[in-house]
């Protein structure tokens, strides 16, 4: 039993191509004119109406969405203007209180140093005044201190003790001087 294969249509039918019998030609292409119109027909009355509404209404959809961004940008540029009017708002304020109360310390400042001073000059002439009754009461004592040691040196020196007179007489001629 051998098998064979062969490549001829059922029914022994030999011959070209049904779609290049020239025969045929003429059908063909009345059946190639009448579908092309009818699929002509059906996509301009069907399809290509869908597909346009779709194309506008994604048109539409793209410029309402183009509209809103530029809608909400137009809102954020507004509100990043807003923003940095009140920021340099709020550090103008902040500024001008950091002077105030530097000005305000300041003054504090210059009338804690003139109230302290004037104390201090107080004291001050107060201290000078002390000096001057110290300095002038020593002043006063000088003279009989030093009469005092003149006394003792020279009686020391000599042994006996000089006259009064003449160790005021000695004093005066030395602080003349």
Known sequence: MATTAHTEAPGGHKGTFPPFDSHTFASQLV???????LLYVVLAKVALPRVGGIIAER???????L?????????????IAAYEKALADARNRAQSIANDMRE???AEAESVR???ED???VKLADAEKAIAATKQA?????RG???DAAKAIVERLTGKAPADTAIDAAITDVLKR
Not at 31 to 37: E, S, Y
Not at 59 to 65: A, L, N, V
């Open 31 to 37: 059946w190639l004119v009448i579908t092309f119109v």
């Open 59 to 65: 048109q539409k959809r793209i410029d309402d969405d």
């Open 67 to 79: 509209a809103q961004a530029n809608s909400f940008k137009t809102q954020s540029d507004s509100a």
């Open 104 to 106: 305000k310390q300041t």
């Open 114 to 116: 003139k109230k302290i």
């Open 119 to 121: 104390q201090f000059n």
């Open 138 to 142: 020593a002043m006063a004592n000088v």
């Open 145 to 147: 201190i030093a009469t």
